[in-house]
């Protein structure tokens, strides 16, 4: 079937994770793309051509969330070894870390003013940490099981969370106190999100379901079952007309939520598809999943001019305003059963001329600081410093050698020397190598 102008369009692959995508997410500006892998790393990539790509290595397991600061400057990332990172996402790429739950950390959100960050964990908590100051502020208790997700509202009022406990609260930031519950029987949420104008939020449920809600009369407006199996992660466009969701099917599903339709179906991955988002302006958005790649998706259905729906959701980050109550119109709860006229969209079956980005990668380590819920993160290393974390322990590099190092890492080349990986080339080429007997193998 040809494509219509109006529909969405995969434009880029990215590849350069070596295990699966559990997070992608755009910087403010538009031309940068972070993502987080199993493979304990965070990635960022450029969208201008022959542009390079950073790798940041510092966690120690599984990277489960990342996010962009409201300005750019400031990377957070969530991981299974119990810490959050904040990075400077440039090419040196410096990192302070907080020692921030006793268990997994599933997910990190910044407030719209950047003043905040909220991170969930398996400890069944939730806390928030005050970014200008980077210490840990203060910690919401009620979940009974592994808490999956945390979201500020547009306003930072309020913050959603969702739980394997089948539970999705709702907090007020300024009592700390859960004003809001919403239970479900069948399964849990893996994800939750406000809309855009901070009166609905967008459920992913492991029962295979979305379901929008609205919190300010405690109703549930829209359910859609439109996947297969769980749903992963949603994502609002900036206008909240559109719901993008992920899902262990494979696919990626366009919601219509004025008219509460399902409208387009995304073929592009192989696997379980983790995580999606929006660009800042919605013209672009994001997925990735079990197969390790990153793509790019132009949107093109939303004939909205994105320009004028930012400046409009740029004025409610004001503290004073009110929540704005543009409406979803939604009819009556309705699961999607039957035939539904909706597109299907699947890259692989046109030839299309695809741009696969296979950047050459820098690999930025990082030598930080610790933050533990009770101290002030230290002053940040210089550049002789980053350099022993190609070391397991930095007291195994004499003194000498660090002014050679300091002028290595002052001329970067490229590509990665040696001394920038976080592990030796050779290390790295014989797992590459098992890893291709292993593809053979399971072909």
Avoid at 120 to 128: G, L, N, P, W, Y
């Amino acid at each position: 079937m040809a494509s219509a102008p109006e529909d969405p369009v995969l434009e880029r692959y990215f590849k350069g994770h070596k295990a699966a995508i559990t997070s992608v997410d755009f910087s403010p500006n538009g031309k940068q793309l972070a993502t987080a892998s199993w493979d304990t790393f965070l990635m960022l990539w450029n969208f201008k051509p022959q542009a390079r790509a950073f790798r940041y290595v510092g966690h120690k397991d599984v990277i489960t969330s990342v996010q962009f600061s409201p300005l750019g400057n400031l990377l957070a990332s969530a991981s299974r070894d119990r810490t959050v990172r904040l990075w400077i996402p440039d090419k040196r790429g410096k990192s302070s870390e907080f020692k921030a739950h006793t268990a997994p950390v599933r997910s990190v959100d910044f407030s719209a003013d950047g003043q905040f960050l909220a991170t969930a964990s398996e400890d069944k908590s939730i806390k928030v940490w005050n970014m200008y100051r980077q210490r840990f502020l203060y910690s919401l208790y009620r979940h009974t099981h592994w808490v999956r997700c945390a979201k500020f509202s547009p306003d930072g009022r309020l913050i959603v969370s969702c739980s394997e406990d089948k539970t999705i609260k709702i907090w007020d930031t300024t009592s700390k106190q859960c004003v809001n519950n919403f239970s479900d029987s069948i399964g849990f949420a893996n994800f939750v999100e406000f809309n855009p104008n901070g009166t609905c939020i967008a459920s992913a449920g492991s029962d295979h379901t979305v379901k929008i809600w609205d919190i300010r009369v405690n109703k549930l407006l829209q359910h859609y079952q439109v996947h297969s199996c769980g749903v992963n992660c949603v994502s609002f466009h900036p206008s909240g007309n559109y719901l993008i969701t992920a899902s262990s099917d494979g696919t990626l599903k366009i919601l219509d939520l004025l008219e509460g339709r399902l409208i387009y179906t995304l073929q592009g991955h192989t696997g379980p598809v983790f995580t999606v988002s929006f660009s800042k302006g919605g013209e672009l958005f994001s997925s990735g999943g079990a197969d390790a790649q990153v793509l790019l998706w132009r949107t093109n259905f939303d004939e909205l001019n994105c320009k004028d729906v930012y400046k409009k959701s740029l004025k409610r980050l004001h503290f004073d305003s009110p929540p704005h109550l543009l409406d979803i119109y939604p009819r009556t709860p309705h699961p999607h059963e039957g035939k539904i006229e909706t597109v299907e969209i699947n890259p692989k079956l046109e030839v299309i001329d695809l741009q696969t980005s296979t950047p050459p990668v820098v690999d930025v380590l990082s030598f930080d600081s610790t933050t533990t819920t009770e101290t002030i993160v230290r002053s940040l290393p210089d550049k002789g410093e980053e350099m022993c974390g190609y070391f397991i322990n930095p007291s195994l590099m004499s003194s000498e050698s660090s002014p050679a190092l300091k002028k290595k890492t002052d001329d970067m080349s490229d590509l990665p020397s040696e001394s920038q990986r976080s592990i030796p080339l050779a290390v790295t080429e014989a797992l590459e190598h098992i890893m291709e007997q292993l593809n053979v193998l399971t072909e």
